[in-house]
């Protein structure tokens, strides 16, 4: 057996493993397929049967008595290898809905241990469906190609019986064609053409990745009045798809594929001058009833040959999907997973203490963070401020391990974040970043979703903690509203409020939250620095600021600039020191001057 081959077996064997105890039934499966098919040939030797009676006692067929026998049989075989078929399919549906349903699971189970940072780069809902998909192709190929493996195999070897039992000589004939079919087959499949397969897959893979950015960028596209051709990347795909393919039409389907599709239906070709060179010979002999009996039996049976090979066909690129499957399901399966200590420390208190951290993200030049320290004692509130990619998200990031540090440490309450218990960690600490998702689902579920034991009642006090009331009060059917459906869309700064009374509802000491008022209008934004007050209060906070006016009466502010702690005090000493936050602050209340003497013009 080819190394090929083998990886091919393996990958089958691989899929099953996710199956667990249910394995059986597909091996189960599998034999009651090999079983069916070789009740499935009876008819054919009971033809052959009928045959030789009819031509013994022609032409007085009155004498034909067994003949109803044989029907009768051949009625019989062909029912129980229908029904045996059916029992070996639900054997085999069974252990696939059970693989399918484990990958799921697992895929599942294994990215909740993944470190929240691994999804920026990939997209959860990207790996999400590739698991889908790729579960869903398992169900296929387990369910049908594994029973009709066995099928085909049991259908060539009856068939090979039934071809060289009656005459070789047109068994052989027969076999001929199907022979030149396979060796065309294999052809097509191995050699030059197995990379110009493996080329045109990837080629289909990269359109279709292409096709959804620019599906994804259309409204760009259309904001700028760009033409469909600065999609140049979906464009050379399209060329790379096309060269691709002509490529594997021309290697797959020339010869080889003109030679297979010729002789998969070509048996009887060989078939008529093989029984005319005998038919001499067997007239001489005196069995040329036995000759035309065995002629009539192989013109019937060189029907069941194409089948056999379609079936081989099949067989090939169901194992090539199992591939596919596999390849796609261990992307997931092979997702790095957050280390977890096994002996986790309790945090003692509720301050957050960076010591020396770096850190530098996975293919960068530079750090991110760069030996940055700092401390936020129990219930005090500090501020992240800086230039743009100064390393502010990055550091709020750090604290619930959406990657770990280079090196240093983030504590929590005295103890390192990656020595804790990662469900202690995130009941301790509550996070509202920018781009806080809503899940498509009652305004009360997506709240209740920081603490799914909370009440009714408590989920409506966190919402109107965070100034959600007039939200609830223009849907139809208050919390109870599903939304993202049926024009129930939120705004921006409305979807902020409900991921605020989110947090709320969470209830932990410690909060870090991202200040992102950008998209909000001036009414949502003063609702949204209401809920931010409610959440804040009595907390240990730290806060990613983006407009300063927001950070004056933070407890401590600390200046991130190129990923270096720069400075640190309050509002009043940094404005005092002159340094960069002194510049940051003289230059946002120029623009805030600058916005009040323009809208004075305006009206
Ligand atoms: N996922 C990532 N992979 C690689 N580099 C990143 C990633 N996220 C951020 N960076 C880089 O790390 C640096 C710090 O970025 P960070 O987002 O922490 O800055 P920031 O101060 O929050 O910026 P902003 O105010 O614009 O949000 C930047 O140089 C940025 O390009």
Redesign the pocket.
């Known amino acids: 057996m080819s190394s090929k081959q083998g990886k091919k077996q393996n990958d089958v064997a691989a899929l099953l493993q996710y199956a667990g105890g249910y394995r059986k039934l597909t091996w189960l499966g599998m034999g009651l397929s090999g079983v069916a098919m070789v009740l499935g040939m009876a008819p054919y030797l009971c033809i052959w049967l009928v045959m030789r009676e009819l031509i013994a006692v022609a032409p007085d067929w009155t004498q034909a008595a067994g003949i109803s026998r044989y029907g009768w049989l051949a009625f019989a075989a062909a029912v129980a290898g229908i029904v045996v078929y059916f029992a070996a399919l639900m054997c085999t549906h069974l252990a696939a809905f059970r693989t399918a349903a484990n990958i799921r699971k697992q895929g599942m189970a294994r990215l909740m241990k993944t470190p929240l940072?691994f999804f920026?780069?990939n997209a959860s809902g990207l790996l999400r469906n590739r698991l889908d998909g790729a579960a869903a192709e398992t169900e296929t190929l387990l369910a049908h190609n594994l029973a009709d493996i066995t099928g085909t195999i049991a259908m060539f070897v009856s068939m090979l019986v039934l071809m060289f039992v009656f005459d070789w000589r047109m068994g052989a004939a027969c076999l001929l064609a199907a022979v030149i079919s396979l060796a065309a087959m294999s052809a097509m499949m191995g050699g030059k053409n197995a990379k110009l397969i493996a080329d045109y897959q990837k080629a289909q893979d990269y359109i279709g990745k292409a096709g959804t950015e620019y599906v994804r960028g259309i409204p760009v596209v259309k904001i700028f009045q760009q033409t469909v051709y600065s999609f140049r990347a979906f464009r050379q795909a399209i060329e790379d798809y096309s060269t691709k393919s002509e490529k594997f039409s021309c290697g797959i389907c020339s010869k080889p594929q003109a030679l297979n599709l010729t002789f998969t239906e070509a048996a009887f070709a060989f078939l008529v001058p093989a029984a005319l060179l005998i038919a001499p010979s067997a007239l001489e002999g005196g069995n040329f009833a036995g000759f035309i009996t065995n002629f009539a039996f192989y013109a019937v049976f060189s029907a069941i040959i194409s089948t056999a090979l379609a079936r081989i066909m099949f067989m090939a690129s169901g194992m090539m999907q199992a591939t596919n499957a596999l390849a796609r399901i261990n992307q997931v399966m092979d997702a790095p997973v957050l280390p977890v200590t096994a002996s986790p420390r309790k945090p003692k208190d509720n301050t957050v203490e960076f010591k020396d951290v770096s850190f530098t993200?996975?293919?960068?030049e530079?750090p991110?963070?760069n030996h940055v320290s700092f401390r936020v004692n129990p219930g005090e509130t500090v501020a992240?401020v800086?230039?743009?990619?100064?390393?502010?998200?990055?550091?709020a990031?750090l604290i619930p391990r959406f990657w770990d540090v280079t090196s240093g440490t983030v504590e929590v309450g005295g103890a390192d974040v990656r020595e804790m218990d990662p469900h202690v960690l995130m009941n301790q600490v509550a996070f509202v970043f920018q781009n806080n998702r809503l899940f498509k689902t009652s305004i009360l579920e997506n709240v209740r979703a920081a603490r799914p034991e909370a009440s009714r009642e408590e989920v409506t006090a966190a919402l109107k903690a965070a100034q959600c009331d007039d939200i609830i009060a223009k849907l139809p059917q208050g919390i109870d509203t599903l939304i993202g459906t049926e024009g129930t869309y939120l705004s921006g700064g409305e979807q902020q409020r409900v991921a605020l009374a989110r947090a709320i509802l969470k209830d932990a000491p410690i909060v870090v939250l991202d200040e992102a008022t950008a998209f909000a209008d001036p009414e949502n934004e003063v609702l949204i620095q209401k809920a931010f007050a409610s959440l804040t209060k009595g907390r240990t906070v730290i806060m990613?600021a983006?407009r300063l006016s927001t950070v004056v009466n933070a407890d401590r502010i600390i200046v991130?600039d190129a990923?270096q702690a720069v400075e640190s005090g309050t509002h009043v000493e940094l404005v005092k020191a002159g340094g960069l936050y002194a510049r940051m602050w003289a230059d946002y209340n120029q623009a805030a001057s600058w916005r009040i003497s323009t809208e004075g013009e305006a009206m």
Do not use: E, F, N, V
Request: no cysteine.
């Open positions: 940072g920026d780069a993200y996975d293919g960068a530079l991110a963070l992240l800086g230039p743009s990619g100064g390393g502010k998200t990055t550091a990031s990613i983006h991130l990923g």
